[in-house]
C-alpha cells in the first residue's frame, strides 16, 4: 500500500527535474474488515475525507464504501478523486445521488494539479472543467492538497504558487465554490528566513483562499493548531481531524481545545482522515474514529 507522503516525496523530487504531474494526488497522505453498530442516533455532523478508506474503494467499489460509511454514522463526505469530469468514476449528479440516498452530504473535494508558466493555459482548462463537475456534485469547497516544494524552493516559487491559488479561487467563487489548501508538515520548514505556512497565509487573497488545516501534520510540524485557529480565525474555513493512526489512539493529540477553538470560530465543516491503520483494517480503523468523536463530550 503506497504511503502518500512517499508520493509527495517523489513527486517533489519529479517537479524538480522539472517534470510535471498530469493530477495531483487527490487527498491529503486493506481488508474491507468488520464495523461495529453505526450509532444510528446520533445528532453530531462528524465527517470523514474518504480518502481514508483508499482501498476499500479498489477492492469493493464506491457505492459498497459509501454504505460502509453510511452505516457507522458519518454524515459529511469529502471527496478523493475526481478524473475528467467524473467523481469517483461516475457523473457528478449520479455520485451525489448515491450520496443523498444513504443520508449523508458531500460538501467538499480535494483535487489539484501542479503549476508551471508552460502549463498555465492547461492546467487553467482543466480547473473550469473540474469546476463544472463539482458544481454538478454541489460541493462549497475544492482543496488543492499539496504543492511542490523541495530544498531548491524560493520565496519566488511559492509566490507563483499564491498567485495560482489566488486564480482558481476567482473561477471557484464564480460557481459559489470556495477554494482551500490543506497542509501537511513541510509547510511549516523555512525558506529564505520564512516559514512557508505563514507566507502563503499572508500572500493569498483572503477573500478567494481559504485554509483547510490538517491539525495533525501542523503538530507534527511544530507548531500549535489552536494559536494559528486564534490568531487567523478568517482564513480557516474547514479541519482535517487526524492522528498517527486512529483518532485518539496515539495520545499526541489533544483535540478537546482544537474543538473548543473551532467552535469559538464557527467553523462547522471538519473531516476524520485516516491515513495508516493499526491492524491493516481500514474500516475497523474508521469505526474506531467515529466512536471515539461520538462519544467525546466536547465534539458537538
Same mark, same amino acid.
Given at each position: 500500500?503506497?504511503?502518500?507522503?512517499?508520493?509527495?516525496?517523489?513527486?517533489?523530487?519529479?517537479?524538480?527535474?522539472?517534470?510535471?504531474? *498530469?493530477?495531483?494526488?487527490?487527498?491529503?497522505?486493506?481488508?474491507?474488515?468488520?464495523?461495529?453498530?453505526?450509532? @444510528?442516533? #446520533?445528532?453530531?455532523?462528524?465527517?470523514?475525507?474518504?480518502? @481514508?478508506?483508499?482501498?476499500?474503494?479498489?477492492?469493493?467499489? &464506491?457505492?459498497?464504501?459509501?454504505?460502509?460509511?453510511?452505516?457507522?454514522?458519518?454524515?459529511?463526505?469529502?471527496?478523493?478523486?475526481y478524473d475528467n469530469g467524473k467523481i469517483?468514476?461516475?457523473? *457528478?449528479?449520479?455520485?451525489?445521488?448515491?450520496?443523498?440516498?444513504?443520508?449523508?452530504?458531500?460538501?467538499?473535494? +480535494?483535487?489539484?494539479?501542479?503549476?508551471?508558466?508552460?502549463?498555465?493555459?492547461?492546467?487553467? @482548462?482543466?480547473?473550469?472543467?473540474?469546476? =463544472?463537475? +463539482?458544481?454538478?456534485?454541489?460541493?462549497?469547497?475544492?482543496?488543492?492538497?499539496?504543492?511542490?516544494?523541495?530544498?531548491?524552493?524560493t520565496l519566488d516559487d511559492l509566490k507563483?504558487?499564491?498567485?495560482?491559488?489566488?486564480?482558481?479561487?476567482?473561477?471557484?467563487?464564480?460557481?459559489?465554490?470556495?477554494?482551500?489548501? +490543506?497542509? +501537511?508538515?513541510? $509547510?511549516?520548514?523555512?525558506?529564505?528566513?520564512? #516559514?512557508?505556512?505563514?507566507?502563503?497565509?499572508?500572500?493569498? @487573497?483572503?477573500?478567494?483562499?481559504?485554509?483547510?488545516?490538517?491539525?495533525?501534520?501542523? #503538530?507534527?510540524?511544530?507548531? =500549535? *493548531?489552536?494559536?494559528?485557529?486564534?490568531?487567523?480565525?478568517?482564513?480557516?474555513?474547514?479541519?482535517?481531524?487526524? =492522528?498517527?493512526?486512529? &483518532?485518539?489512539?496515539?495520545?499526541?493529540?489533544?483535540?478537546?481545545? &482544537?474543538?473548543?477553538?473551532?467552535? $469559538?470560530?464557527?467553523?462547522?465543516?471538519?473531516?476524520?482522515?485516516?491515513?495508516?491503520?493499526?491492524?491493516?483494517? *481500514?474500516?475497523?480503523?474508521?469505526?474506531?474514529?467515529?466512536?471515539?468523536?461520538?462519544?467525546?463530550?466536547?465534539?458537538?
Open positions: 500500500m503506497q504511503n502518500r507522503r512517499d508520493f509527495l516525496k517523489r513527486a517533489s523530487l519529479m517537479l524538480a527535474g522539472g517534470a510535471v504531474l *498530469p493530477q495531483l494526488l487527490t487527498s491529503c497522505g486493506g481488508g474491507s474488515g468488520s464495523s461495529a453498530a453505526a450509532t @444510528s442516533a #446520533t445528532t453530531k455532523n462528524i465527517g470523514l475525507q474518504l480518502y @481514508s478508506l483508499r482501498d476499500l474503494v479498489k477492492e469493493e467499489g &464506491i457505492q459498497k464504501t459509501l454504505e460502509v460509511v453510511a452505516k457507522m454514522g458519518y454524515k459529511n463526505l469529502e471527496t478523493a478523486s469517483y468514476g461516475l457523473a *457528478p449528479a449520479e455520485f451525489k445521488k448515491m450520496v443523498n440516498d444513504l443520508g449523508m452530504k458531500c460538501t467538499s473535494a +480535494h483535487l489539484g494539479q501542479a503549476i508551471t508558466k508552460e502549463k498555465e493555459a492547461e492546467v487553467m @482548462s482543466w480547473w473550469d472543467q473540474a469546476i =463544472d463537475a +463539482h458544481n454538478e456534485l454541489g460541493v462549497k469547497y475544492m482543496v488543492q492538497p499539496w504543492m511542490p516544494v523541495n530544498d531548491q524552493t507563483m504558487y499564491c498567485d495560482y491559488f489566488n486564480t482558481v479561487g476567482y473561477k471557484t467563487a464564480a460557481a459559489s465554490i470556495q477554494f482551500g489548501y +490543506h497542509n +501537511h508538515d513541510f $509547510e511549516f520548514r523555512k525558506v529564505e528566513g520564512q #516559514t512557508i505556512y505563514d507566507y502563503l497565509l499572508d500572500n493569498v @487573497s483572503p477573500n478567494h483562499v481559504f485554509f483547510e488545516m490538517d491539525v495533525y501534520w501542523v #503538530t507534527i510540524g511544530g507548531a =500549535d *493548531p489552536v494559536a494559528y485557529l486564534k490568531e487567523r480565525p478568517s482564513q480557516f474555513k474547514a479541519i482535517h481531524i487526524k =492522528d498517527d493512526k486512529e &483518532i485518539g489512539a496515539s495520545g499526541k493529540m489533544n483535540f478537546e481545545p &482544537i474543538f473548543n477553538q473551532m467552535y $469559538e470560530n464557527n467553523i462547522k465543516d471538519w473531516y476524520v482522515e485516516v491515513e495508516q491503520y493499526t491492524k491493516n483494517d *481500514p474500516v475497523a480503523s474508521v469505526q474506531e474514529s467515529f466512536d471515539y468523536l461520538n462519544n467525546a463530550s466536547y465534539v458537538k
